[in-house]
């Protein structure tokens, strides 16, 4: 099980964009009416396929690493459900981190922050920093998936 929370970002401390970053690419094989999904992902030079289910505050998800071979047999038919992203890590402080997403392409200008937490009561308890702006993690406008086939909202 995944608990993360997500919001919208509108301009983060200099030195959180100074942290280096890592390219994403992501692409979705599989998305379900009921928010179930099936993606691929590279990051630097490791390939995932993934499996969630649910929606919102708390997902199940499955991931299993792939050959590059794998991958690029898979990648084409992402095409047209793709998103492509630069993450930094941040510390969060009490062993939590935080993903900043700087997308690109179509949604460039879109900054993201995730958290990601080891139970529900840690999620709700979580003070977010002053830049983070609105809790987006129950608006399904701003799933990766959604941004993937439909845009910036």
Known sequence: MEVER???VGQPPPE????????????YLLIC????EVRLRRR??????????????VREELEVELTPEQ???LWPATEGRRVEKVRRV???????AIELDEYAGALAGLL????????????RAFDAPG?????????????NQRLAVRGLP
């Not at 009416?33 to 179930?36: I, K, L, Y």
């Not at 922050?113 to 999620?123: G, H």
Request: proline share 3%; net charge negative; aromatic share 10%.
């Open 6 to 8: 997500k919001w919208l």
């Open 16 to 27: 959180a964009m100074a942290t280096q970053g890592e390219r994403i690419d992501q692409g």
């Open 90 to 96: 941040l510390e969060a402080g009490g062993g939590l």
């Open 71 to 73: 991958y690029e047999v």
């Open 33 to 36: 009416p009921d928010g179930s």
């Open 131 to 143: 830049w983070f702006g609105r809790d987006v993690t129950e608006d399904d406008d701003y799933r």
């Open 44 to 57: 630097g030079a490791r390939r995932f396929l993934t499996t969630k289910s649910g929606r919102g505050l």
């Open 112 to 123: 993201t922050a995730e958290v990601e937490f080891p139970d529900v009561t840690a999620a």
